[in-house]
């Protein structure tokens, strides 16, 4: 039997990508695992700062060439980068899946949101135009233009490592910058595999770069005076240092972080239909998305015990099992820390006084991954931690209110604010409610609103650090700074006197 030390050495390890080499240095290193079954199946290095910094090197060695080629040719760049992922897309589910614990499915889905970030950048001729004015004064014309910044960097997390990248990088490319990308060290084989792809499409060596890595390498984007601006997405814990140490290092820093997202299920809802969509958007990828409904916010007492009971019966038929497994519904957490984390809360909510309905806890002696079954409180109060806080797996808290005015001013004193919905088929409270909740994104009767790649995504609150969201229109304006040109030719010979006056348009 090999000891845990044998295991070590023979995993094969996944390296970083700098300018259009693949490097594995030594130093630091940390296991992956495959969390359906418990096994370390590889081992990310960990970059240090040199690391980095020849990453930064690469980066801004590039930038000038990259800068001045036209937005059709990166605009082609993207097409073909796009057709290649599409060409490999099972492989990178796979990866996905293997490392992350995602069902398939769940994984293509990803991935295509992924991909229509993508088809959205091949747009970069008409997205980085920019608006012109003739004779704004006599023979002066004015435009502006939309120029990159730089070298910028994206911090991405764990629950959807092909995903979160595309929302930054493929947009910060077209405008002209080069970028540094720093995936989350769980599963970062299907970033790296999707990010080599571009050097295939032909993206000049050093502008796309990725190094693997924690907090060590973070802290050198956040502090090197080159990286001109910073992505981030992660925890809020983490968002908010991030946004602290880049602002204060001169830094352009948009920073996305946790959430609590309630559905508000009203008397008249169809509720057949919402219980299906809450089983999604609460268990679906075990409740790993910063999207996913983790609180339901059921409006009168009969509507209340209506769906508790509803909601207990189909919980008892979803399926738990490995990502692979087409039959699977919900695989495992992604560590066995962060499983061990989720049940601390299930077991914290019981001391708290909230009524377990469905206890998953009892799944968890019987898998060698990291699962833990589904899980479902009632009477869950906004004074207990286990409403507060973010949770990040499959637990959902039904909230008892009696009225859409508590239900939104409930909302209203949550920390965070990134997405919520509502299920009616009033559309007058469906207006009012989307119309005053102080969350970033809303549905109504769509229980994941996460906004197509031609809107921008991003949270109220303590879910978003920072003036723009990410990816779509505000992506554009996030990785470019815009610079606004006046020019005067004089025409037939005409020269005009010293003028001490302030110009005007006549
Ligand atoms: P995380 O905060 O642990 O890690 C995110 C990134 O930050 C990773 O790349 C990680 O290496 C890095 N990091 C971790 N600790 C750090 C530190 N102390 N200093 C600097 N960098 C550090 O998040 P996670 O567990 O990978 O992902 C889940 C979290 O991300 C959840 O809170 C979820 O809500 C959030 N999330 C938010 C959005 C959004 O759009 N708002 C999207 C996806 C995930």
């Known amino acids: 039997m090999s000891t845990a030390q044998d295991k070590k050495v023979i995993l094969p390890s996944v390296g970083h990508f700098i300018n259009g080499q693949r490097i594995v240095d030594a130093g630091r290193s940390q296991a992956i695992f495959n969390p359906a079954t418990g096994e370390a199946i590889r081992q990310v290095v960990l970059a240090e700062t040199d690391t980095v910094k020849s990453a ?3 980066a801004q060695n590039a930038f000038v060439d990259w800068r001045n080629s ?10 073909r980068f796009k057709e290649l992922i599409e060409k490999h897309s099972e492989t990178i589910v796979s990866l996905i899946t293997e490392e992350h614990g995602k069902v398939l499915d769940d994984a293509r889905g990803e991935l295509q949101r992924g991909i229509e970030n993508i088809e959205y950048a091949c747009g970069a001729p008409e997205l980085l135009k920019g608006e012109h004015s003739r004779n704004v004064g006599r023979g002066i014309d004015s435009w502006s233009e939309h120029q990159p910044l730089g070298v910028v960097a994206g911090i991405t997390p764990s629950n959807f490592p092909a995903m979160v990248p595309l929302w930054m990088y493929p947009l910060a490319l077209i405008a002209g910058n080069t970028f540094i990308l720093k995936p989350s060290e769980r599963d970062p084989s299907s970033t790296l595999f999707i990010g080599e792809l571009l050097k295939e499409a032909g993206l000049p060596d050093g502008v796309f770069n990725l190094v693997n890595g924690d907090k060590e ?4 984007l ?3 005076n080159r990286v001109q601006a910073v992505s981030f997405v992660g925890s809020t814990a983490v968002a908010e240092a991030v946004y602290q140490k880049g602002s204060a290092n001169g830094k352009r820093v948009q920073a996305l972080g946790s959430a609590k997202n309630h559905a508000v299920i009203m008397p008249d809802a169809d509720l057949d239909n919402a219980v299906s969509a809450l089983l999604g958007a609460a268990y679906g990828s075990c409740g790993e998305r910063c999207m996913a409904i983790s609180v339901a916010v059921a409006v009168g007492t009969e509507t209340a015990t209506k769906l508790v009971e509803s909601l207990a ?11 692979t497994d087409t039959s699977s519904q919900l695989g495992p957490l992604i560590t066995e820390e962060h499983r061990d984390r989720v049940k601390g809360y299930v077991d914290l909510g019981l001391e708290e ?6 206890d998953g806890r009892s799944q968890l002696a019987e898998e060698p991954g990291f699962f833990l079954g589904p899980c479902l409180f009632d009477n869950v109060a906004s004074g207990m931690r286990i409403y507060q806080e973010e949770i990040f797996g499959p637990v959902l808290c039904v909230v ?10 409930l909302i209203d004193e949550h920390d965070y604010g990134n997405g919520t919905c509502i299920f009616t088929r009033d559309g007058e409270a469906a207006r009012y409610f989307s119309d005053h909740i102080q969350v970033g994104m809303v549905g109504v009767n769509v229980p994941l609103p996460v906004p197509v790649a031609y809107f921008s995504f991003g949270g109220w609150k303590r879910s978003l650090f920072g003036d723009q969201h990410i990816y779509g229109p505000e992506a554009v304006r996030f990785y470019t700074r815009s610079k606004v040109i006046t020019q005067r030719w004089p025409t037939g010979g005409v020269r005009e006197q010293a003028k001490f006056s302030f110009p005007g348009s006549d």
């Open 56 to 58: 930064i090197d690469a």
């Open 70 to 79: 036209t937005p059709l040719s990166r605009a082609r760049i993207m097409f």
């Open 217 to 220: 390498a973070v802290d050198i």
């Open 222 to 224: 956040l502090s090197d």
């Open 313 to 323: 019966e189909r919980i008892g038929t979803l399926t738990l099992g490995n990502g």
């Open 353 to 358: 006084g909230a009524n377990l309905i469905v």
């Open 400 to 409: 008892r209110v009696e009225s859409l005015e508590q239900a939104i001013k």
